[in-house]
């Protein structure tokens, strides 16, 4: 195993995942809720996908669409999570040089595919409402089946060089990493080369893939609105809002937590270094936590649908 210091000139081998390194005596109370939210979300939504595949009544475009949210919430989950709780319950901190450029590249990946997935969903939700007629011919099953292609294709494609930057930079300034995961900047900053070119490109892919989302998002739920205000029919509008009010909280939910996350890295100089830390981890473990729930509440087809797999245990 590779010598667990700071200043090395022997090739690195492996690195050491160190949690919170300013106060590593709160991972023992931090490991309950966080095992807490982690079998949450994975009971939430395997509920759901479960749900879904069940009830025929929920093999529409729209619920396929949730089940991808699903699926990749589950993803995040299980590739970041267990790790943690594993560093915090037995102090099993080395992890292998492939196995964490492989947990970046599923992080950087996977969290942009839910941003292209919120989007696609606010398609649907702007074509349902705007387009109501021609809802059935335009968001069909092959219709889904493309979207998955270009979710997964788009942001795996783009995604893939962070790792491999990563992976081609010399590690001789040690092997500590100070982070529970292995982020892009955190590994690269233990190279003794330039690793401009990592900080940029993921700065510039990331921004290219979430602004784009985010704006495509917006621009649905304006048009969205605009119709919505035009509505006469009493209860019209009430109705036409409920329909994506769902989706609209999720996604504003996604992009509070992204948002808090990168002002805190931009001010990592003005708060303690654990804080951006903590957030992190968070952020892939609410959300996946929140969405199913979120939706099984709000949403009268699921709901009937769980309670309907629930009756037959």
């Given at each position: 195993m590779a010598s667990p210091s700071n200043y090395t000139t022997a090739?690195?081998?492996?690195?050491?995942?160190?949690?919170f390194p300013n106060f590593q005596t709160w991972q023992q109370w931090l490991s309950l809720p966080l095992s807490l939210l982690f079998f949450l979300a994975m009971g939430a939504n395997a509920t759901l996908l479960i749900t879904i595949w069940l009830e025929a009544s929920?093999?529409?475009p729209m619920y396929y669409l949730l089940s991808l949210l699903s699926l990749l919430d589950i993803v995040l989950c299980l590739t970041v999570i267990p790790r943690v709780l594993a560093i915090f319950w037995?102090?099993?901190?080395?992890?292998?040089?492939?196995a964490c450029f492989?947990?970046?590249f599923i992080m950087?990946?996977?969290?942009?595919?839910?941003?292209?997935?919120?989007?696609?969903?606010?398609?649907?939700?702007?074509?349902?409402?705007?387009?109501?007629?021609?809802?059935?011919?335009?968001?069909?099953?092959?219709?889904?089946?493309?979207?998955?292609?270009f979710v997964i294709s788009r942001n795996a494609i783009v995604s893939l060089p962070v790792p491999i930057l990563s992976a081609r930079l010399n590690y001789c300034a040690g092997n500590i990493i100070k982070n529970c995961i292995?982020?892009?900047l955190s590994v690269s900053r233990l190279s003794c080369e330039d690793i401009t070119l990592n900080r940029?490109?993921?700065?510039?892919?990331?921004?290219?893939?979430?602004?784009?989302d985010l704006i495509l998002i917006v621009l649905s739920y304006s048009f969205i609105l605009k119709v919505v205000l035009r509505i006469k029919a009493e209860g019209a509008v009430a109705k036409a809002l409920n329909t994506c009010s769902s989706h609209f909280i999720l996604i504003l939910f996604f992009s509070t937590v992204l948002l808090v996350l990168v002002?805190?890295?931009?001010?990592?100089?003005?708060?303690?270094?654990d804080v951006p830390i903590l957030l992190n981890i968070l952020h892939h473990l609410i959300p996946p936590a929140l969405n199913p729930i979120v939706y099984g509440v709000r949403t009268k087809e699921i709901k009937q649908g769980i309670q309907k797999l629930l009756r037959r245990l």
């Amino acid at each position: 195993m590779a010598s667990p210091s700071n200043y090395t000139t022997a090739p690195v081998s492996e690195f050491l995942l160190i949690c919170f390194p300013n106060f590593q005596t709160w991972q023992q109370w931090l490991s309950l809720p966080l095992s807490l939210l982690f079998f949450l979300a994975m009971g939430a939504n395997a509920t759901l996908l479960i749900t879904i595949w069940l009830e025929a009544s929920l093999h529409q475009p729209m619920y396929y669409l949730l089940s991808l949210l699903s699926l990749l919430d589950i993803v995040l989950c299980l590739t970041v999570i267990p790790r943690v709780l594993a560093i915090f319950w037995f102090d099993l901190r080395p992890i292998s040089l492939p196995a964490c450029f492989l947990q970046m590249f599923i992080m950087n990946s996977f969290l942009t595919m839910e941003s292209c997935t919120f989007m696609i969903m606010a398609y649907d939700r702007y074509v349902a409402i705007c387009h109501p007629l021609r809802y059935p011919s335009i968001i069909t099953d092959q219709f889904v089946l493309r979207a998955v292609v270009f979710v997964i294709s788009r942001n795996a494609i783009v995604s893939l060089p962070v790792p491999i930057l990563s992976a081609r930079l010399n590690y001789c300034a040690g092997n500590i990493i100070k982070n529970c995961i292995c982020t892009n900047l955190s590994v690269s900053r233990l190279s003794c080369e330039d690793i401009t070119l990592n900080r940029l490109y993921q700065f510039v892919a990331g921004w290219t893939l979430l602004g784009s989302d985010l704006i495509l998002i917006v621009l649905s739920y304006s048009f969205i609105l605009k119709v919505v205000l035009r509505i006469k029919a009493e209860g019209a509008v009430a109705k036409a809002l409920n329909t994506c009010s769902s989706h609209f909280i999720l996604i504003l939910f996604f992009s509070t937590v992204l948002l808090v996350l990168v002002i805190t890295n931009l001010a990592r100089k003005r708060i303690p270094p654990d804080v951006p830390i903590l957030l992190n981890i968070l952020h892939h473990l609410i959300p996946p936590a929140l969405n199913p729930i979120v939706y099984g509440v709000r949403t009268k087809e699921i709901k009937q649908g769980i309670q309907k797999l629930l009756r037959r245990l």
